[in-house]
């Protein structure tokens, strides 16, 4: 199985170069981005030992989609898309916090609930809910980013004040938020499916505010199947689901949460399949076309003679 773990490029012109969890980010002349997707998988902020087979052209190809189907929201960075698994970019100075929304209780917000908490970032969850009900308005609900380690819930109302965002700013980011999970949920449910949570990115570039990074992928977002929602809610029946959620469920059973002391478990190759599967799966439903995958041998040569044609087009 042949999966893109790692770049080491040298562009003309580099000026610097951030290796995230799952994305190689190479800064041109300090002023445009490449961005590449690698198969990279992580789990509770946690790199897993074996990358996916095609997730990161998954991954890619779907944040490229929804960008184009949102830019009447908000402008956007992607200026061109050089390989299916590389977006080129503005180079933004992004936001220190993340903008998730959740229209559904389930995953982090379930959890915290199933605790005894009733509100979460400042945002009261009502009482008598079931997991996976849906929220009667969708709660915005933002995080800290950090550079290692877990994200943080934080409130609106920290954010103003530790001065993270000016106050106007935010309900504009909050707004933004909002439209674009609108958007997202409409064209889910036009494929069957339910945006069930996701997060937002953003940046600051020439005094605009711009959506950066993914938007949409089952990394940053969680699906469910519409068909039968119901039907298994009033069951308390575990919804079909579409997203990065099955694997944080694998490694929980497998005793990894993250946590200290925690040993990382050694994913099976067929279960590596499986989740290339399911991504693969996702694509095809979210888009509603075919997934064609890019060839498997030299992926890493393709990836950097595209993007050497792309910075010679500039």
């Not at 402008?75 to 220190?96: I, S």
């Not at 009261?124 to 994200?151: C, R, S, W, Y």
Request: charged share 30%; net charge negative; proline share 5%.
């Amino acid at each position: 199985m042949n999966a893109v773990t790692e770049t080491k490029f040298n562009f003309p012109g580099q000026t610097g170069f951030y290796k995230g969890k799952i994305r190689d980010v190479y800064t041109i002349n300090n002023e445009v981005m490449l961005m590449v997707v690698t198969d990279r998988i992580s789990a509770f902020d946690h790199v897993l030992p074996k990358g996916v087979p095609y997730k990161g052209q998954v991954l890619n190809q779907i944040a490229e989609k929804f960008l184009d189907a949102t830019a009447d929201i908000v402008p956007n960075w992607k200026t061109a898309t050089p390989d299916p698994m590389v977006t080129a970019g503005l180079l933004c100075e992004p936001y220190k916090v993340e903008m998730v929304i959740r229209g559904y209780l389930c995953g982090h917000a379930w959890r915290e609930y199933k605790k005894g908490k009733r509100s979460l970032c400042g945002l009261p969850m009502p009482e008598g809910m079931k997991e996976n009900e849906k929220f009667p308005q969708p709660l915005i609900t933002p995080t800290t980013k950090a550079e290692v380690g877990h994200d943080e819930d934080i409130s609106r109302e920290e954010i103003i004040n530790q001065g993270l965002v000016d106050k106007k700013e935010y309900e504009e980011l909050e707004r933004i938020t909002l439209e674009l999970y609108n958007r997202g949920s409409e064209m889910a449910r036009e494929k069957g499916l339910i945006l069930v949570d996701t997060k937002y990115e953003f940046g600051k570039a020439n005094g605009r505010i711009y959506l950066i990074d993914e938007i949409h992928t089952p990394d940053s977002s969680r699906y469910f199947y519409l068909e039968g929602y119901s039907e298994r809610l009033e069951k308390g029946e575990p919804q079909r689901q579409l997203s990065k959620e099955f694997v944080r469920e694998w490694l929980m059973d497998n005793g990894f949460q993250g946590k200290e002391g925690q040993n990382m478990p050694d994913m099976p190759d067929s279960f590596v399949e499986l989740v290339s599967q399911r991504y693969i799966e996702l694509y095809e439903k979210i888009t509603g076309e075919k997934f064609i995958k890019s060839p498997a041998a030299d992926t890493e040569k393709r990836i950097e003679e595209n993007c050497m044609q792309y910075l010679k087009s500039l």
